[in-house]
């Protein structure tokens, strides 16, 4: 078996074939620094092909970037190569990109949906950050959401600064205990909550009222 460069130029290989995201080839002609140096030559590795005796079996376009070298048992050695778009760090940077973005839409989300990716918000900072009415951020594993716009300090931490930081409440799917919501976090109708020894489901939108309490009979309804 022999492989054939863009530039003419021939080598005999044990084997071929990708791996995942890279090529790799294996070969006896040449040890790790030669392999380096042939599979550094951008123009050389630009088209591969494969040969079975004189019967191309394989073409493989664009492999250009060298990786690693391999070693096999019988004095065997490997190279790794990949497109460049296909190595691990360009994948790497295309998903912190999807992270980057993904942040970002996620303060566009409702508390509901918010609550559904919390991992995706970032950890409250003490250190002058400007934080705008409505940001979300994440502070002693609970997430809160901005009231007014500020600039943040260390004494300003949402689970101490009430006029600026509110908690998302209630997430999904789970019945917490109930806390006195504001009118920037009230629970929303058929929102389940724990309150002294019960739990309640709000009947209304918009409830900020303590369930059980004096009149609040329309607001909320005990469930077993």
Wanted: with cysteine; charged share 25%.
């Amino acid at each position: 078996m022999r492989i054939l460069f863009n530039d003419m130029s021939e080598m005999a290989i044990q084997a071929a074939a990708l791996n995942g995201a890279y090529l790799e080839i294996k070969t006896i002609a040449a040890g790790p620094a030669e392999l380096r140096e042939i599979f550094e030559d951008e123009n050389k590795t630009r088209r591969i092909k494969v040969y079975e005796q004189d019967e191309l079996i394989a073409t493989y376009d664009g492999y250009t970037v060298f990786y690693r070298t391999e070693e096999y048992a019988g004095q065997i050695y490997g190279v790794a190569v990949y497109r460049p778009a296909s190595t691990p760090e360009a994948q790497m940077d295309v998903i912190e990109s999807a992270v980057k973005v993904a942040r970002i839409q996620a303060q566009g989300l409702d508390d509901e949906q918010a609550l559904n990716v919390q991992n995706l918000y970032p950890i409250w900072s003490g250190d002058g950050v400007e934080y705008a009415a409505g940001y979300k951020v994440n502070y002693e594993e609970v997430l809160y959401k901005c009231l007014q716009a500020h600039a943040s300090q260390v004494d300003w931490n949402p689970a101490d600064a009430h006029s600026l930081w509110t908690k998302v409440l209630n997430e999904p799917g789970a019945i917490s205990d109930w806390e006195q919501p504001s009118s920037a976090n009230p629970y929303m109708k058929g929102d389940k909550v724990k309150h002294a020894g019960t739990i309640w489901e709000s009947l209304v939108d918009n409830n900020v009222w303590e369930p059980g309490a004096a009149g609040t009979e329309s607001l909320w309804k005990e469930v077993s």
